[in-house]
């Protein structure tokens, strides 16, 4: 499995950006893909993810309503659309894949395929 982030960038607080992570062929199928994010100084922390039967999705209580995560089968490709973006979404971002139960799909452990972080600044 392999998991290429893109599309961070330098955005003014209340604006929007999406993020991309590429997969290689397949991994939809049978990987759930998750975001998290890492905040200099800070532990990493679960963003969302999507379920790899059923697509459905799970979000922090922090970006609910702002973040949407959904995924593209034949572009092999997950997106992460943000909108209304604070200072504090300040962060690099990290794309994830693994399989795991219903209740850990928040845990960075269960996730066993990461693509390298894109960082996102937003300013205030």
């Known amino acids: 499995v392999q998991l290429q982030a893109s599309g961070g960038g330098l955005v003014q607080a209340g604006e929007s950006l999406r993020l991309s992570c590429a997969a290689s062929?397949?991994?939809?199928?049978?990987?759930?893909i998750a975001w998290f994010r890492q905040a200099p100084g800070k532990e990493r922390e679960f963003v969302t993810a999507?379920?790899?039967?059923?697509?459905?999705?799970l979000y922090a209580d922090s970006v609910k309503g702002r973040f949407t995560i959904s995924r593209d089968r034949a572009k092999n490709t997950v997106y992460l659309q943000m909108n209304i973006l604070k200072p504090e979404d300040t962060a690099a971002y990290f794309c994830?894949?693994?399989?795991?139960?219903?209740?850990?799909?928040?845990?960075?452990?269960?996730?066993?395929?990461w693509g390298q972080g894109t960082l996102v600044t937003v300013s205030s």
């Open positions: 994830a894949a693994g399989r795991p139960a219903l209740s850990a799909q928040r845990m960075e452990n269960m996730y066993h395929y």
């Open positions: 999507i379920r790899r039967s059923g697509g459905t999705t």
């Open positions: 062929a397949g991994t939809f199928s049978s990987y759930d």
